[in-house]
């Protein structure tokens, strides 16, 4: 599951993935993408797994955008252009799409593609030194429709537009007002911190986790593309579960449930 740039590592119920590129920030290249990709996909395959994270190499970044020293390789040519860019959105599409509950642990630098993998995932918890930004103005480079919609879905339109136009540097405690990160702790504090509350999320029924990530991905969808009676299904099969039944009893019997997903 690892490579020498993207380490995926299985800790009890928690999947880990690390960008390991520190001394370019842990900047992406095509390799990072493929491999974020596919340790998601196995994560996501593992019953054991409950929780994945995501982090950095390192004490300065999560990711810092692009390893523009692999462009000349990876971007040489019309169809190098072309499977690069299906490297970044399979990549991009699998951490949205995870089954599982997903966490950007982010210390450092999150620019660039970092900022959008970071949203990909369903909280970002940074420590207080860190900087969010998308430099695409800078750059002239264009965002694809589907990865703008991401951001509008988790900040709004406004916040949006600033983190475009101004092209600029976002503190962390800005971040958390604009919703962008979910928590803000001491750096000293941050893996402990996330580790806690991995663990938290991974103690709790899987099938009700699923279900509301799943329902809630369905919500933000357009009208027409929803689909109800997987959302109905969803609700139905907590109830039938062997879960919901294991819930109820550790409840009364003022214990710690043992939830197994089924």
Same mark, same amino acid.
């Given at each position: ?76 040519? /019309?169809?190098?252009?072309?499977? $690069?860019? !299906? ?10 799409? #995870? +089954? &599982? ?18 949203i990909c995932c369903d909280m ?66 941050? /893996?402990?911190?996330?580790?806690? $509350?991995? !663990? ?10 699923? #279900? +509301? &990530? ?32 294991e819930g109820r009893t550790a ?12």
């Open positions: 599951m690892s490579s020498e740039k993207l380490i995926a590592e299985k800790d009890g119920s928690i999947g880990w993935v690390t960008f390991n590129n520190p001394e370019k920030h842990n900047a992406v290249s095509q390799e990072m993408w493929d491999g974020l990709a596919d340790a998601v996909d196995r994560f996501n395959a593992d019953d054991d797994v409950r929780v994945i994270i995501l982090k950095g190499a390192g004490e300065k970044a999560f990711v810092a955008g692009a390893d523009i020293s692999k462009f000349e390789d990876e971007r040489a040519s /019309e169809a190098a252009i072309k499977a $690069y860019s !299906e490297s970044v959105t399979r990549g991009y599409d699998t951490v949205m799409d #995870s +089954v &599982k509950p997903t966490i950007a642990m982010i210390r450092g630098y999150c620019i660039g593609g970092g900022t959008g993998i970071a970002r918890i940074c420590s207080e030194d860190a900087q969010f930004g998308v430099p695409a103005a800078k750059l002239g480079l264009g965002y694809a429709y589907n990865h703008i919609r991401k951001l509008v879905d988790l900040v709004g339109p406004s916040a949006t537009k600033e983190i475009f136009y101004t092209a600029r540097r976002f503190k962390a405690d800005e971040a958390k007002a604009m919703r962008l990160a979910n928590r803000v702790v001491p750096a000293a504090e941050l /893996e402990s911190y996330v580790r806690d $509350y991995a !663990e938290t999320i991974a103690g709790n029924a899987p099938l009700t986790v699923r #279900s +509301v &990530k799943q329902i809630v991905g369905e919500i933000v969808k357009d009208p027409e593309d929803q689909d109800l009676d997987l959302c109905q299904r969803l609700y139905d099969e907590c109830f039938d579960s062997a879960d919901y039944v409840f009364m019997e003022k214990r710690k449930p043992n939830f197994v997903g089924r």
